[in-house]
């Protein structure tokens, strides 16, 4: 026996398909503005929620769910394929950090492929942003950090910390403080991933000191803050040669690699002395 069209639109389950399908004709027409049933667009993805528009615009600039999602997936695989360039393997790490982890762009990728004994945080400054992690992100470590060091992690701590685009806001004070605490918290050869702007992208950018860049090999330029962020937020430079020799002075630098971050930002690769 056929039942008719009208009663099949009627049944539950085929309701929520239709209301599925009509979601997605309309994310694939204007991305940018949708913010209906977005867990019909993300179970194609990831099938995690999706941070509402004023957390995503505060992380990346854009509203744009796919694109949220899809430069989250990239980042991830980044780190992955950064670290195994100097020996370490992503999934030996057992405690993962993500210093500005926002409203978890990156950080929600882990749920792919994670073992029982891999414990991942996720640390920001934005506590509107890590109490949307909490509450949506189901088997992470959310923590609220201050604007400055220290954190209430312990010593030794974590096997990976990565920071994508938060040295690129930070004065130099901030950052080489940072980097001290992030030495601390480390474990003996582990490993920190962060992300930096290179020279070449201030180019043309208002209010850059370009001879401050060029012979000191770093630059912080303010007008480029973040609403809903502190007040020294901003923008900064960095040139490799800068990187090896200040921030060696907390870090070893293992390695610099250009565009090695969504094809953008540079990753600068440090490791703590110490056995592996």
Same mark, same amino acid.
């Given at each position: ?25 309309? =994310?694939? *027409?204007?991305?940018? %503005?949708?913010?209906?049933?977005? #867990? &019909?667009?993300? +179970?194609?993805?990831?099938?995690? $929620? ?17 694109? =949220?999602? *899809?430069?989250?997936? %990239?980042?991830?695989?980044?780190? #992955? &394929?950064?670290? +195994?360039?100097?020996?370490?393997? $992503? ?19 882990? *749920? ?165």
């Amino acid at each position: 026996m056929k039942l008719p069209v009208w009663l099949l639109k009627r049944l539950p389950i085929v309701r929520g398909l239709v209301r599925r399908l009509e979601d997605l004709h309309r =994310f694939a *027409h204007d991305p940018g %503005r949708f913010d209906g049933n977005l #867990n &019909a667009v993300l +179970r194609l993805h990831d099938c995690l $929620p999706l941070p509402p528009a004023l957390l995503r615009h505060r992380v990346s600039g854009s509203v744009n769910p796919e694109e =949220f999602v *899809h430069v989250g997936k %990239r980042c991830f695989e980044d780190v #992955n &394929a950064a670290v +195994r360039t100097i020996g370490l393997d $992503p999934s030996g790490c057992r405690q993962v950090l993500d210093f500005g982890c926002g409203c978890g762009r990156t950080i929600r990728n882990f *749920h792919h492929g994670r073992t029982a004994a891999t414990h991942i945080h996720g640390c920001d400054i934005d506590a509107e942003a890590v109490a949307w992690c909490r509450e949506n992100l189901q088997g992470f470590a959310f923590e609220v950090i201050p604007t400055a060091p220290p954190t209430a992690y312990a010593a030794d701590q974590f096997d990976l910390i990565y920071a994508i685009s938060v040295f690129t806001h930070l004065p130099e004070d901030l950052q080489l403080a940072w980097l001290a605490e992030l030495r601390r918290i480390l474990r003996p050869g582990g490993v920190l991933l962060a992300t930096v702007h290179a020279p070449q992208l201030a180019t043309g950018i208002p209010g850059v000191d370009t001879e401050a860049l060029r012979q000191h090999g770093y630059t912080y330029v303010r007008g480029y803050g973040v609403d809903g962020l502190p007040d020294y937020y901003q923008g900064a430079f960095h040139a490799p040669e800068y990187v090896q020799r200040a921030w060696s002075q907390h870090l070893p630098v293992v390695a610099v690699r250009p565009k090695a971050m969504n094809g953008h930002q540079d990753v600068v690769l440090c490791q703590k002395p110490g056995p592996t």
